[in-house]
């Protein structure tokens, strides 16, 4: 008789695969950060937007404190949804990445190699039996700046181009949005989702114009808006509990934000509450219309 299906006998040890290839404990953690609140991110042509379904769970905790987006570079932010000591740790981790690629090449460290450096870290929680897996999914956005940074004690210029050199005309730099899952796969997006939502908040997120070949490609400022109508569509999953709406975005160094991830601000973020709660209304009235019908 084989019990492969439940995990029984192939759960208790992080290291051990049952005989149809599976890992029950990253699983396990994959459903803790299905229970936790809706996480977002928007990849827009001028910047990236994080959001967050920051539940309450109690009326004493104080409003707009305990921060769940944090900042790990000046241009960088994590959003994660799961369990809240797993990503407080996982968001020191890339803190000290990023310190140690300054230290090193006396830069801001690409996102890319950020997502790469904590793909490998949280895969690495995978391997033994001493340790569990990460119950967070993170979603990290930034803007690698376009600018050529000079590093200390730089001799000469280097080749312009060609063999050892920068190809000309080639611009660098952008908006890049990565999510990391438990098993330490990660992917770069135009939009991504994790929590409890995500299905709901999904569905929004491929109806919307987001890659940059595309001439009506969504504009940063919209995507403030895009993400708060999100988060609130996506809370209805979670309808019976309170919650706060946290975002942050990053631009350009020639947008609003000067290439800084920042928190969204207030006046900004109260009107695209607004004018989510209003959307929100116009599709249950739409929904009574048709049951009337």
């Known amino acids: 008789m084989c019990n492969t299906s439940i995990g029984t006998g192939y ?12 890992n029950f404990q990253v699983e396990y953690a ?27 769970t109690s009326k004493l905790l104080k409003p707009d404190a305990n921060k769940r987006i944090a900042t790990v570079d ?5 959003v994660y949804s799961g369990l809240l000591p797993d990503g407080r740790h996982f968001t020191s981790r890339a ?11 006396k830069s801001p460290i690409p996102v890319s190699a950020l997502a790469s450096r904590m793909g490998a870290y949280v895969q690495a929680y995978t391997l033994y039996s001493s340790v569990r897996p990460f119950g967070i999914t993170g979603i990290i956005g930034g803007w690698d700046s376009e600018k050529e940074v000079d590093v200390d004690a730089v001799v000469g210029s ?8 920068r190809s000309e005309g080639a611009k660098e730099g952008g908006p890049f949005l990565y999510m990391i899952e438990p098993s330490g796969s ?15 908040a999904k569905s929004e997120l491929e109806k919307l114009k987001l890659n940059p070949k595309e001439s009506d490609c969504m504009s940063l400022e919209d995507g403030v808006k895009e993400a708060a109508r999100i988060i609130y569509l996506a809370h209805e ?6 919650f706060e709406l946290e975002m942050t975005w990053v631009s350009a160094v020639s947008g609003p ?31 009574e219309e048709k049951m009337e019908e």
């Open 11 to 22: 759960d208790l040890s992080n290291s051990v695969f049952s005989p149809d290839g599976r």
């Open 74 to 78: 000046r241009n960088i932010g994590i």
């Open 95 to 105: 803190r000290d990445e990023a310190a140690s690629w300054r230290s090193t090449y």
């Open 237 to 242: 999953d979670n309808k019976d509990k309170d």
């Open 30 to 56: 994959v459903k803790a950060v299905e229970n936790g609140g809706t996480s977002i991110g928007i990849r827009c042509k001028d910047g990236v937007v994080l959001a967050l379904e920051k539940l309450v």
């Open 158 to 165: 280097g080749p312009k181009s060609g063999s050892g050199g």
């Open 186 to 200: 990660y992917w770069g997006y135009y939009g991504a989702a994790t929590g409890k939502g995500r299905q709901a």
């Open 257 to 287: 934000t000067k290439g800084l991830h920042q928190e969204v601000p207030k006046a900004m973020r109260e009107e695209a509450e607004k004018l989510a709660k209003k959307a929100l209304e116009g599709e249950d009235d739409e929904e």
